[in-house]
T-cell receptor
Framework: NAGVTQTPKFQVLKTGQSMTLQCAQD?????MYWYRQDPGMGLRLIYY???????DKGEVPNGYNVSRLNKREFSLRLESAAPSQTSVYFC??????????????FGPGTRLTVL | DQQVKQNSPSLSVQEGRISILNCDYT??????FLWYKKYPAEGPTFLIS?????DKNEDGRFTVFLNKSAKHLSLHIVPSQPGDSAVYFC??????????FGPGTRLSVLP
């Protein structure tokens, strides 16, 4: 099992460009998440999807959109990148139906730089 | 205002000694807590969890203690090994699905 995979690993964008970060999990998890990690800030939740077909905003959703394409895949889109979106982005998944508490499993991250 | 705080950005410990990483939270509704470990250029990996109905949980060299009245938890690593050198994140949850993460503590275990 690959667990949670993310593409690309690295990306450099110019201000105003758009891009989509891809995430896939093969653990049959219901929930998927997108976080960003900035120095001294820990991981902050951007968007999450509690189940296929649903998405909800997290702590820092502005400037992002998401799509839960199917149970396996959850993408994050930056429509018009800004330097403030320079960060490391992590996708995570969790959730076996019926369990109230569950560990989140993380992908390796995408390091994004916006010039 | 951060709901989950890790006030020590870094910690250095001698190999074989105990490492104690601390975490404080402000929201009394949090009732489930996780510790994650993160190596450079990798995603965080789950280490240990604790529910608010317990005050201690042990897994091998790792023990997490929860003091609900003080809104404080700590992670003890005994004995510390060089491979434990990483950033450790504390995370807290109300619903067990969505977590608030602390800023992390970088642990260096010196040989």
């Amino acid at each position: 099992n690959a667990g949670v995979t993310q593409t690309p690993k690295f990306q450099v964008l110019k201000t105003g460009q758009s891009m989509t970060l891809q995430c896939a999990q093969d653990m049959n998890h219901n929930s998927m998440y997108w976080y960003r990690q900035d120095p001294g800030m820990g991981l902050r939740l951007i968007y999450y999807s509690a189940s296929e077909g649903t998405t909800d905003k997290g702590e820092v959703p502005n400037g992002y959109n998401v799509s839960r394409l199917n149970k396996r895949e959850f993408s994050l889109r930056l429509e018009s990148a800004a330097p403030s979106q320079t960060s490391v982005y992590f996708c995570a998944s969790s959730g076996i139906a019926g369990r109230r508490t569950d560990t989140q499993y993380f992908g390796p991250g995408t390091r994004l730089t916006v010039l | 205002d951060q709901q989950v705080k890790q006030n020590s950005p870094s910690l250095s410990v001698q190999e074989g000694r105990i490492s104690i990483l601390n975490c404080d939270y402000t929201n009394s509704m949090f009732d489930y807590f996780l510790w994650y470990k993160k190596y450079p250029a990798e995603g965080p990996t789950f280490l240990i969890s604790i529910s608010s109905i317990k005050d201690k949980n042990e897994d091998g060299r790792f023990t997490v203690f929860l003091n609900k009245s003080a809104k404080h938890l700590s992670l003890h690593i005994v004995p510390s090994q060089p491979g434990d050198s990483a950033v450790y994140f504390c995370a807290a949850s109300i619903d067990g699905q969505n977590f608030v993460f602390g800023p992390g503590t970088r642990l260096s275990v010196l040989p």
